[in-house]
């Protein structure tokens, strides 16, 4: 059983390319038309379902191995010509106004395929580290340092609403008795679960109201975050390192005939630099050295679009420069200045720089956000009053560093950035079902 992919025939004799979406092969079906009645041979059309019995025999034309000879043909589903998936080569943006069909073509099938199996890479990579799949809420009071901005949760009636004297609203009488919303990442709660299991990750949604319209970022996305007791900032190096590796090296043993066939029609030079990912080792660059040799390029005639003084965030095209131009390699960048970076990173001795250790990627830019986290107590407490921020919905946090505190480190990977770069899609909408962007939430 399976869906039509084409139909062709000649002299009596009609092919069938037949895909149950198991793998990016079809199976050939051969059958005459004498032997069936002409109403089912009218309706075999692209995008039908078949229910198809035959003899499985050796195919004696090249282009495939076996096919199948068609002694009885059932059509489950007809499909007529205002299936939205009839021509070849439709545009990617085509195809997302079609979302919801989309995963019957060849490519969103072998993406979709890949997107599974690099959810067990992960699940197995970690299980067999000794590392604990942990479960974060999605539904949180706390802000995790206002990542991104957030998608608010009520169940208030929105056109009634009640305020105080001060004209702000009154969530005393909301579901939760407090404003809440989705979370923006699980690793305030990932450390709360390292502090007691000793290695744990989540996998799982993440919300952020990005209103930036990138081929990098989605609205709701999926996150993996690996949090590590008694980790310093050479182990996370170590593990971002090997974890992606892995995943790479799953994708090219396990996913060979989609990854072939990504490599045909999507982009040529996949398999040589995922290949390539897993033959080098990453830079490990502070961030001060990557200023300065994107300040020695700027000497050279490089022209970027945003500056990069040190202190400044570095934008995509300053992180591609470096691993795309400079060290034609991936980079984890360390080091950064702590103006540009959460609160709880550690504070290195130099008092100006943070142990983060962002992962940047060929044509991604970051893939991986990670850092040590800052134990101590008093200088995390220090660091939040510097930054005038309200403690009052973060005690809970905070008991990690009052009760057996201990050092620590993880990282965040985005899931869909993983995806991009394992199978050559360019944009972020099309490694995803079914994308949440801006103005963006039909199927
Ligand atoms: P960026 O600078 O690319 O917006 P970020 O620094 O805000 O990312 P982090 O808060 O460090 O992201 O999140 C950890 C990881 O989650 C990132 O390295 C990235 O892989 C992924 N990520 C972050 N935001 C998004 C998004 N909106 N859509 C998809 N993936 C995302
Ligand atoms: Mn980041």
Known sequence: MGWVRSKRGSKGIFFIALNDGSTIKNVQIVGEDQNFDEETVKLITTGACLKVVGTLVESPAAGQASEIQA????????????????????????LRTVAHMRPRTNTF???LRIRHNMA??????????????????????????????MFQVTTKNLYDLKKDDQGKIDYSDDFFG???????????????GATALGQIYTFGPTFRAE?????????????????????????????????????VRW??????????????MVDKTLLERLEGVLKESF??????????????????????EFPCQWGDDLASEHERYLVEEHFKKPVIMTDY??????????????????????????QIGEIIGGSVREESYDKLMAEINRRGMETEKLEWYLDTRRWGSCPHAGFGLGFERLILFVTGMQNIRDVIPFPRTPKNCEF
Request: with cysteine; glycine share 8%.
């Open 71 to 94: 002694k009885e043909i059932e059509v489950l589903g007809a499909c007529d010509n205002t299936y939205p998936l009839q021509k070849k080569g439709a545009s990617w943006e085509y």
């Open 109 to 111: 099938g072998a993406v």
């Open 251 to 264: 994708a090219l043993d396990n996913c060979r005939d989609d990854l072939e066939f990504l490599n045909k």
């Open 211 to 247: 209103n930036s319209n990138t081929p990098r970022h989605l609205a709701e996305f999926w996150m993996i975050e690996p949090e590590m007791a008694f980790y310093d900032k050479t182990d996370l190096m170590d593990l971002e390192e090997d974890f992606i590796k892995y995943c």
């Open 120 to 149: 067990m890479a992960i699940h197995t990579y970690f299980h067999e580290h000794g590392f604990y799949y942990f479960h974060t809420p999605l539904i949180t009071a706390s802000d995790c340092e206002g990542a991104g901005n």
């Open 283 to 304: 830079v490990r660059l502070p961030y001060t050295e990557g200023i300065e040799i994107l300040q020695e390029a700027i000497k050279n005639g490089k022209k970027f």
């Open 178 to 192: 407090q404003q809440v919303a989705l979370t923006v990442s699980g690793q305030l709660e990932g450390e709360l």
């Open 337 to 362: 200045p702590k103006e540009i970076k959460a609160f709880y990173m550690k504070l290195n001795e130099d008092g100006k720089t943070m142990q983060g250790t962002d992962v940047l990627f060929p």
